[in-house]
């Protein structure tokens, strides 16, 4: 077992893998993960199954049996997908009980052509809790205008939900207020508030990738020595609006009635660009109580040489304000950079979902 991995661990922050295909489910290779490895999570899109279908025959006997029985692509598509996730989640079971039900668990995401769409999200994640039908099982919804009031719904009726798409500290605001809210109507229904978990997925890397375009366009010596900072300053700013919650009486009331946080997540943690550190995302981005979902790429670097010194998001928080004050004034515009980020966000996942359809027909064809 990698020591820096334990040592991550150890400071707090939970280890998750961004991949999952039936290879390594079938092979063993997640579950060696979970062993030796300090994995106790793993997240998917529709990139990472569009990835898995295309490559090898873990996927031929079901195809063949979905094409027998002449299921539409898009039922053919959520059957290859809830089955990978269902057997995950067994996986990850052990870090489940082990946890008291705050890791070992499996994300699936409601399609992301319905980010837009709040009832159709609900009935989305309603379906998709009820196929996989394990208590460790996470449903992701997009923290879109409209998918905060489906993530309030959701929580309200005991699904757990991994907010993804996350790049704004003013959206983060709204998805703890709809985290807070659906916690609130399950505790006055009645229903066991511990048993609902809650992620808030916060992208980094795609931060970088977009301001530093915009650095590059402004040209001056100044932009250009901002490069590289705006992602890891963000989500520092954003673990302190964490905190900020953390300490009211709102949470205070529910903390009381057994409820657990919703962590920060850190989600897109692989480098971008290959002048920073592959590590970066990682090392910047430790605090107890937060979770990183790495790829497989990004888990090995940091199991290699990873810096783990401790917490390094509390004590720079002022830091990162300065960062983005400086940012504003340089020209970036920070509002409009989270905005091209979830249209592009949102975009990118309806076009991977789209793939992922192409390829389960595809695939039909063949079986």
């Known amino acids: 077992m990698s020591e820096i991995l334990k040592k991550l661990s150890g400071h707090g922050v939970s280890i998750w893998l961004d991949d999952i295909n039936r290879d ?16 106790v999570g793993v997240t998917s899109n529709p990139t990472i199954f569009a990835l898995a279908l295309s490559k090898g025959d873990a996927y031929t006997t079901q ?5 027998i029985r002449a299921v539409d692509v898009g039922e053919a598509a959520r059957s290859i997908t809830t089955y990978d996730i269902r057997w995950a989640c067994d996986v990850l079971r052990p870090a489940y009980e082990a946890s008291a039900g705050v890791d070992g668990r499996v994300s699936i995401e409601v399609d992301p052509r319905l980010a837009r769409e709040t009832e159709k999200a609900i009935a989305e994640a309603r379906v998709l809790w009820w196929l996989v039908d394990r208590p460790n099982l996470f449903i992701k919804i997009p923290a879109t205008v409209e998918g ?5 719904a959701c929580l309200a009726e005991g699904i757990s939900v991994n907010v ?54 402004i040209g001056t010596a100044q932009a ?19 905190e900020e919650v953390m300490g009211t009486s709102r949470w205070e009331a529910l903390r009381t009635a057994g409820a657990h946080p919703q962590r920060p997540l850190w989600a897109s943690t692989g480098t971008k660009n290959p002048a920073y550190a592959d590590t970066l995302y990682v090392d910047d981005l430790i605090a107890a109580g937060t979770v990183n979902t790495m790829p497989e790429k990004t888990l090995k670097a940091i199991a290699d040489h990873g810096e783990v010194s401790g917490d390094t998001i509390r004590p720079f928080y002022e830091d990162a304000r300065n960062v983005m004050a400086a940012l504003k004034e340089t020209g970036v515009d920070y509002d409009d950079v989270v905005r091209v980020l979830e249209d592009e966000g949102v975009a990118k996942f309806t076009a991977s979902w789209n793939e992922l359809l192409d390829t389960v027909a595809t695939e039909l064809k063949k079986a």
Not at 24 to 39: F, I
Not at 148 to 152: E, Q, R
């Open 164 to 217: 993804t798409l996350i790049f704004s500290l003013q959206r983060y605001r709204a998805v703890m207020d709809a985290w807070l809210a659906g916690l609130e109507a399950a505790n006055a229904k009645g229903l066991p508030v511990a048993a609902i978990e809650s992620v808030a997925s916060f992208f980094v890397s795609r931060v970088d990738t977009e301001v530093d375009k915009r650095l590059d366009a």
């Open 224 to 242: 250009a020595a901002l490069k590289g900072k705006a992602a890891v300053a963000n989500a520092r700013l954003a673990y302190a609006a964490f």
């Open 148 to 152: 905060l009031p489906a993530i309030t």
């Open 63 to 67: 195809l063949h049996d979905l094409q």
């Open 24 to 39: 390594r489910l079938r092979t063993g290779t997640l579950a060696d993960l979970v062993r030796n490895h300090s994995v």
